[in-house]
T-cell receptor, first 116, second 111 residues
Framework: NAGVTQTPKFRILKIGQSMTLQCTQD?????MYWYRQDPGMGLKLIYY???????DKGEVPNGYNVSRSTTEDFPLRLELAAPSQTSVYFC???????????????FGSGTQLSVL | RKEVEQDPGPFNVPEGATVAFNCTYS??????FFWYRQDCRKEPKLLMS???SGNEDGRFTAQLNRASQYISLLIRDSKLSDSATYLC????????????FGQGTILTVHP
């Protein structure tokens, strides 16, 4: 039962470096999300995808890029890392069919990213 | 105005107390509503969905007021293990597929 797998769990970047946060799910979910959570704050939506080949911006997309070439994978790319991107990043997925609601989001265990 | 807003608290209550959280949402077209629980440094986990008719799960009761655009979570007979951050989440509205979270309400239950 892998569920949603995120890698890496921790990462320290220098200002200006780039990296990709990996997210994969094995539940055949069509919806996938990337959130960031700053200390003491809620989750802010960065990007989401309703299916392979379809992505859309959330509340805070600047400085990030995503792709969804397969149903399973939804990597998040940080270009030119900045201290403001220091945060915990959560990937999540859910299954939505027709009029049914995506009742439950399955979350990965998170990636703690520090940009120094 | 934020799409989803919560009182961040913190709420500090003794064991056995009843505590209630509210969460307001701005988009009247929002379709589905949820409460998640998050323990420190962990991923959020679904606590319960919120239905129009209200729903109850043991000590937890969730309600939806569409006219006033808020959802609520009531916890009765609080336990130490209820200490966590409670996040409301709202689905739908103007953006298909988008699930938006509030900033979370911190609850601490003390002996």
């Amino acid at each position: 039962n892998a569920g949603v797998t995120q890698t890496p769990k921790f990462r320290i970047l220098k200002i200006g470096q780039s990296m990709t946060l990996q997210c994969t799910q094995d539940m055949n979910h069509n919806y996938m999300y990337w959130y960031r959570q700053d200390p003491g704050m809620g989750l802010k939506l960065i990007y989401y995808s309703v299916g392979a080949g379809i992505t859309d911006k959330g509340e805070v997309p600047n400085g990030y890029n995503v792709s969804r070439s397969t149903t399973e994978d939804f990597p998040l790319r940080l270009e030119l890392a900045a201290p403001s991107q220091t945060s915990v990043y959560f990937c999540a997925s859910s299954y939505f069919v027709g009029e049914q609601t995506n009742e439950k989001l399955f979350f990965g265990s998170g990636t703690q990213l520090s940009v120094l | 105005r934020k799409e989803v807003e919560q009182d961040p608290g913190p709420f500090n209550v003794p064991e056995g107390a009843t505590v209630a959280f509210n969460c307001t949402y701005s988009n009247s077209a929002s379709q589905s509503f949820f409460w998640y629980r998050q323990d420190c440094r962990k991923e959020p986990k679904l606590l319960m969905s919120v239905y129009s008719s209200g729903n109850e799960d043991g000590r937890f009761t969730a309600q939806l007021n569409r006219a006033s655009q808020y959802i609520s979570l009531l916890i009765r007979d609080s336990k130490l293990s209820d200490s966590a951050t409670y996040l409301c989440a709202v689905y739908g509205g103007t953006s298909y597929g988008k699930l938006t979270f509030g900033q979370g309400t911190i609850l601490t239950v003390h002996p």
